[in-house]
């Protein structure tokens, strides 16, 4: 079936390091992938996404790295700050599709 | 208002009551997106709306749940009869149209149902 999940359920890094957070996807049809932040009793903040013709893709702060072979996608958050600390979810749809897969999250911790 | 508004924040309903939640969308945003989020688990589709149309309510996970958006823009959730599993929080989504990613998310409503 579908479905989208990540290797670590929680991580802690150090404030100013780089953290990356892993997140594996089955659908091979999948074509468009997104990368969200949630904050405790808030809705998920877009932060990147990227489609499947592409590899990588930059923000502010932020890349998204997309490995077709082995469905693998990956945020990498440059120089983390504490106000960093959430819950980030990936997400996928097929071309078309109405909704988003969302796996379970990982919970990122700041540490000052 | 500038993002996808949500009412109430919260809602406690006794087991067996209707209850209503309430998603007002980006104004101009065509589809509007309704998710649900259990504690610790990522936000699972209920169901979709392109303007009034609903086209996809494949998600809704009972005949209890119904969804609505009369004029294309304002949409209302309504659970009736409510059972504990329906604790949960209710997320509402829209986007420019279906292919323009990504969607906004509202704060959601947070349901308990004693």
């Known amino acids: 079936g579908e479905s989208v999940g990540l290797h670590l359920p929680t991580l802690s890094v150090q404030e100013g390091d780089n953290s990356i957070i892993n997140c594996a996807y089955s659908?091979?049809?999948?074509?468009?992938f997104i990368w969200y932040k949630q904050e405790s009793g808030k809705g998920p903040q877009f932060i990147i996404d990227i489609r499947s013709n592409m590899d990588k893709r930059q923000g502010q702060r932020v890349t998204v790295l997309l490995n077709k072979t082995v469905k693998h996608l990956s945020l990498q958050i440059a120089a983390t700050q504490p106000g960093d600390s959430a819950v980030y979810f990936c997400?996928?749809?097929?071309?078309?599709?109405?909704?988003?897969?969302f796996g379970t999250g990982t919970r990122l911790t700041v540490i000052p | 208002g500038a993002g996808v508004s949500q009412s109430p924040r919260y809602k406690v309903a006794k087991r067996g009551q209707d209850v209503a939640l309430r998603c007002d969308p980006i104004?101009?945003?065509?589809?509007l997106f309704w998710y649900q989020q259990a504690l610790g688990q990522g936000p699972e589709f209920l169901t979709y709306f392109q303007n009034e149309a609903q086209l996809d309510k494949s998600g809704l996970p009972s005949d209890r749940f119904f969804a609505e958006r009369p004029e294309g823009s304002v949409s209302t959730l309504k659970i009736q009869r409510t059972q504990q599993e329906d604790s949960a929080v209710y997320l509402c989504?829209?986007?420019?149209?279906?292919?323009?990613?990504?969607?906004?998310f509202g704060d959601g409503t947070r349901l308990s149902i004693l």
């Open positions: 989504a829209s986007s420019l149209t279906i292919s323009e990613q990504p969607q906004h």
């Open positions: 659908n091979s049809a999948s074509d468009y």
């Open positions: 104004s101009g945003h065509v589809s």
């Open positions: 997400a996928e749809n097929k071309q078309g599709a109405n909704n988003l897969f």
